[in-house]
């Protein structure tokens, strides 16, 4: 084939227009991409640092998936503590219907009668209760009666000078060394003092004593030479008991004690069923409280990752969770009895004061429970915003790499356009500088 020479304005004209259309199509890439680095011919470094940081926000979003299951199972958890505090709370209440109805079956025993009609003669007629209390328990003398003169004295205390009171109620007991002086006032006084027990002397010159609980009451007068020795009478089968209406069996340890025998109270039975389903609600609640197959209160433990790194490089954080259940927090149903054989007597009055405090002892550990979970979630929920945050970061970093901006572009592209339609016209008239040659022929 034969070669064609262009002259020099033609080859020139050519070239121009050859490199404004190569700029154009160049542009309108840029305009259709919307990057200006599209490959690394385009700009080595920018390409890949872009694809380094897309690369690390693809990661970052990947975890944000994690993280938001995270929250949901600390959520799922929180819910379910925060129902376990109202059911607790609703435990509470049961308790507190059962102790605002009196105890039907408190131990009490009424005495024999510290006064005698005689006394009454001889003291100018005074009651038979005011001369009771009006007794002194000991004397160095022979017991005597009341007179006009004398209050009268149950007991001889010549020997044993040394007097103590000792009232016991289920694991509680009380003891105090009486004054030598003592009354059976005095000793009225003490046994309501000790927290265990009431007593009063009636219209008959009667000791009586009433337990303030549902549990075997003992009450124990003892007299030694010593106060260790009279303490140690008051609880045996040697006190002093008889001298203020009691039997010996009523305060020696290994006596019967003053049992309840009262019955059982209606309406503290009414309220077991209903302790005892509120008890298993917190159980079933509990394995509810699932999210994705993990539950914290289970005892599963959460592991949550928040960064894209592996090894000693990893950010996570380690939820443990604890297994909630009514036995852990403390909480026996009514009539039954943990490992250590202590068991709930509704009936009780101690056993009702023990699961009262047990159950504000079960509030404040959910609520240190729920604490410790509000501030995983707090944790959790401050890395979610942060790497929604980073991942914003790493794109709009790349983007700035990369994309194109319309604008510039678009007034490039313009120029451009205009370039090309006068590199066309440039053309146009170099090929007619040609022609004109041809006219000389």
């Known amino acids: 084939m034969a070669t064609v020479s262009l ?15 190569a700029a154009s199509q160049q542009g309108q890439y840029r305009l259709a991409t919307g990057k200006k680095v599209n490959s690394a011919v385009d700009n080595p470094v920018n390409y890949f640092t872009a694809a380094g940081l897309n690369d ?22 929180s819910q379910g503590l925060d129902s376990a505090v109202k059911l607790v709370e609703s435990l509470q209440s049961t308790v507190k219907q ?40 000991g004397k160095n003398a022979v017991a005597a009666g009341a007179t006009a003169s004398d209050p009268g ?44 027990a009431t007593a009063s002397v009636d219209d008959s010159g009667r000791l009586n004593v009433t337990g303030m609980g549902s549990d075997t009451l003992r009450v124990g007068l003892g007299a030694s030479t010593t106060a260790p020795l009279a303490r140690t009478n008051a609880s045996s089968a040697s006190n002093q008991n008889g001298a203020i209406g009691l039997a010996i069996a009523d305060g020696d340890t290994a006596g019967a004690g003053i049992a309840a025998s009262g019955g ?36 599963d433990k959460l592991s949550i990752v928040f960064n894209e790194k592996t090894g000693t490089q990893q950010a996570k954080l380690d939820v443990q969770g604890s297994v909630l259940t009514s036995a852990n927090l403390g909480v026996l149903q009514a009539g039954t009895a943990d490992s250590a054989g202590v068991s709930f007597n509704i009936q009780n009055d101690t056993s009702l004061e023990t699961a009262s405090d ?14 410790s979970l509000g501030s995983s979630m707090s944790v959790v929920q401050t890395r979610q ?8 970061t790493l794109t709009q ?38 022609q004109a040659v041809l006219r000389l022929f």
């Open 153 to 196: 004295h149950l007991i001889d205390t010549t020997t044993n000078t040394n007097l103590a009171l000792t009232v016991s109620a289920g694991s509680t007991t009380f003891t105090v060394d009486l004054a030598a002086t003592a009354t059976v006032r005095d000793l009225v006084n003490t046994i309501n003092s000790s927290g265990l």
């Open 98 to 137: 059962a102790q605002a109805d009196a105890a039907a079956n408190r131990p009490t025993k009424t005495g024999t009668a510290l006064a005698t009609s005689t006394e009454v003669t001889a003291t100018g007629g005074k009651s038979l209760k005011d001369i009771a209390l009006d007794k002194r328990i």
């Open 264 to 299: 059982n109270s209606t309406v503290r039975s009414n309220l077991i069923k209903q302790f005892n389903d509120l008890t298993k609600q917190i159980d079933q609640l509990a394995k509810d409280a699932s999210f994705n197959g993990k539950n914290l209160l289970a005892g």
């Open 397 to 434: 970093g790349a983007d700035n790499l990369v994309l194109a901006d319309s604008s510039e572009e678009g007034a490039k592209l313009l120029a451009l356009q205009t370039r090309q339609q006068l590199s066309q016209t440039a053309l146009s008239l170099a090929s007619q500088a040609d």
């Open 56 to 77: 690390r926000a693809g990661q970052m979003t990947n975890l944000l998936d994690g993280i938001s299951n995270g929250i949901q199972t600390i959520q799922a958890a």
């Open 7 to 21: 002259s020099a304005g033609v080859r020139s004209a050519l070239t121009s227009l050859s490199q404004t259309t």
């Open 385 to 392: 915003d942060f790497t929604k945050n980073l991942v914003n």
């Open 358 to 371: 047990t159950l504000t002892n079960a509030l404040t550990s959910l609520r240190s429970m729920a604490s």
